[in-house]
């Protein structure tokens, strides 16, 4: 399976901007899906946003205009622009491969199963 890891975190204020990136070990061209999910202390791994191979992209609300996805196939890399970040964005940020599962209960969901060491990100108020 592609190994991946992430880049990028740090520590920024409130209003400020972070780009965190995910570099895989081999060809992502043919990754159905790429993407970045959030895990802060004490709560469970939520999506932030995903990419899928021909480039559309889906986030979640609390992304909220404010957050872009970007991969690039030649440089098998994906990458999380994250402006006007604000405290809640806090917490470890994975970048994965899924794929898109639709079923007709719940429509379609991005669904992956393993993901980097993850990347630091707080944000100070």
């Known amino acids: 399976q592609v190994q991946l890891v992430e880049s990028g975190g740090g520590l920024v204020q409130a209003g400020g901007s972070l780009s965190v990136s995910c570099a895989a070990s081999?060809?992502?061209?043919?990754?159905?899906?790429m993407g970045w999910s959030r895990q802060a202390p004490g709560k469970q791994r939520d999506l932030v946003a995903g990419i899928t191979k021909g480039f559309a992209t889906k986030y979640a609300d609390a992304a909220g205009g404010r957050f872009t996805i970007s991969r690039d196939n030649d440089q098998n890399t994906v990458v999380l622009q994250m402006n006007d970040l604000q405290p809640e964005d806090t917490g470890i940020y994975f970048c994965w491969p899924g794929v898109v599962v639709c079923t007709s209960v719940g429509g379609c969901n991005y669904e992956y199963h393993h993901w980097g060491q993850g990347t630091q990100v707080t944000v100070s108020s």
């Open positions: 081999r060809r992502i061209s043919t990754l159905h899906v």
